[in-house]
T-cell receptor
Framework: SQQGEEDPQALSIQEGENATMNCSYK?????LQWYRQNSGRGLVHLIL?????REKHSGRLRVTLDTSKKSSSLLITASRAADTASYFC???????????FGKGMKLTVNP | DAGITQSPRHKVTETGTPVTLRCHQT?????MYWYRQDPGHGLRLIHY???????DKGEVSDGYSVSRSKTEDFLLTLESATSSQTSVYFC?????????????FGAGTRLSVL
């Protein structure tokens, strides 16, 4: 059962622009995580935000969480061609002790 | 890839044959997971382990079995491979299953069942 759902499914931007990806989920969570996957590689953890947190930063990444709307957003500022990848949100909690991944969204950053 | 080795990286097999994929970690993490990744479905959990000889089913466990006889190794077996099991398989590890459940992934195994 899919917990998180990313939106948009694909995004194409120019280098230097900001990229915003959204994730909506269905049940209560303990934390929400974002992962990146480069083509042909495994997923890499980017950032984790707990249910009692509203915003978190890591380098060029900014994550927000709105538990009342059951949604999260990942903002990548000043994007680079190397940010081209698929991005996944993953939800932990809501009665399940497993991390449940969304289907992912593809970000293309054009040089 | 965080001390995780998946083998083989690529495999082509025929329908009805048994297949075993191996995940080896050098991090001494307690939790290990097998996922499959398919277009339109994202990442789905097959089985996971929370210790040596302790395993449990995930979302899509039918047709798969696992074993963990050592902390560092987690094997995924397709008893009789079918074309629907053509997929990319990822192993992941995690030191904790609580609120710090960050997972670290291997590079994946691309399996084709003809």
């Amino acid at each position: 059962s899919q917990q998180g759902e990313e939106d948009p499914q694909a995004l194409s931007i120019q280098e230097g622009e900001n990229a915003t990806m959204n994730c909506s989920y269905k049940t209560s969570i303990n934390n929400l995580q974002w992962y990146r996957q480069n083509s042909g590689r495994g997923l890499v953890h980017l950032i984790l935000i707990r249910s009692n947190e509203r915003e978190k930063h890591s380098g060029r990444l900014r994550v927000t969480l709105d538990t009342s709307k059951k949604s999260s957003s990942l903002l990548i500022t000043a994007s680079r061609a190397a940010d081209t990848a698929s991005y996944f949100c993953a939800c932990y909690g809501g009665g399940s002790e497993k991390l449940v991944f969304g289907k992912g969204m593809k970000l293309t950053v054009n040089p | 890839d965080a001390g995780i080795t998946q083998s083989p990286r690529h495999k082509v097999t025929e329908t009805g044959t048994p297949v075993t994929l191996r995940c080896h970690q050098t991090e001494n993490h307690r939790y290990m997971y097998w996922y499959r990744q398919d277009p339109g479905h994202g990442l789905r959990l097959i089985h996971y382990s929370y210790g040596v000889k302790d395993t449990d089913k995930g979302e899509v466990s039918d047709g798969y079995s696992v074993s963990r006889s050592k902390t560092e190794d987690f094997l995924l077996t397709l008893e009789s491979a079918t074309s629907s099991q053509t997929s990319v398989y990822f192993c992941a590890i995690s030191p904790d299953r609580g609120t710090k459940n960050i997972q670290y992934f291997g590079a994946g195994t691309r399996l084709s069942v003809l």
